[in-house]
Nanobody, 121 residues
Framework: QVQLVESGGGLVQAGGSLRLSCAAS????????MGWFRQAPGKEREFVAA????????YYADSVKGRFTISRENARNTVYLQMNSLKPEDTAVYYC??????????????WGQGTQVTVSS
C-alpha cells in the first residue's frame, strides 16, 4: 500500500508563508499525478492544487491562484505546496493526494493523514 506523510503545517499570521511537503512510499509513481486538498471546519473538502507526472502541467483552485505554487520531485516521490500571502480563510487541514486525476475526489487513489494550517488575523 502507498503511504503519504505530510509536514510543514503550523500557525502563521495573515500575509505570511508556509511550505508543505509530502513524501510518498510503498510503490513507484510512473504515471500518477499528485496534489493537495483541504478541509476547513464546517466546510466540504475542496481541491487546492495538482501537478501532472511530468511536472509540465499545474492546476489551481480559483481561491489560491497567484498565491500558492505546487511542485514535485519524481525521484523522491515528493510534492510541495508553497503558500504565500496567507489569509484566515486558508485555515484548514491540508491533505496530500495521489491519483490518475487528483483534481476531483473521485480521481484520488491515495490520501495522506493531513497537516493543520492555521492563519491568524
Amino acid at each position: 500500500q502507498v503511504q503519504l506523510v505530510e509536514s510543514g503545517g503550523g500557525l502563521v499570521q495573515a500575509g505570511g508563508s508556509l511550505r508543505l511537503s509530502c513524501a510518498a512510499s510503498g510503490r513507484t509513481f510512473s504515471s500518477y499525478g499528485m496534489g493537495w486538498f483541504r478541509q476547513a471546519p464546517g466546510k466540504e473538502r475542496e481541491f487546492v492544487a495538482a501537478i501532472s507526472w511530468s511536472g509540465g502541467d499545474t492546476y489551481y483552485a480559483d481561491s489560491v491562484k497567484g498565491r500558492f505554487t505546487i511542485s514535485r520531485e519524481n525521484a523522491r516521490n515528493t510534492v510541495y505546496l508553497q503558500m504565500n500571502s496567507l489569509k484566515p480563510e486558508d485555515t484548514a487541514v491540508y491533505y496530500c493526494v495521489v491519483g490518475t486525476s487528483p483534481i476531483e475526489i473521485i480521481g484520488v487513489r491515495y490520501w495522506g493523514q493531513g497537516t493543520q494550517v492555521t492563519v491568524s488575523s
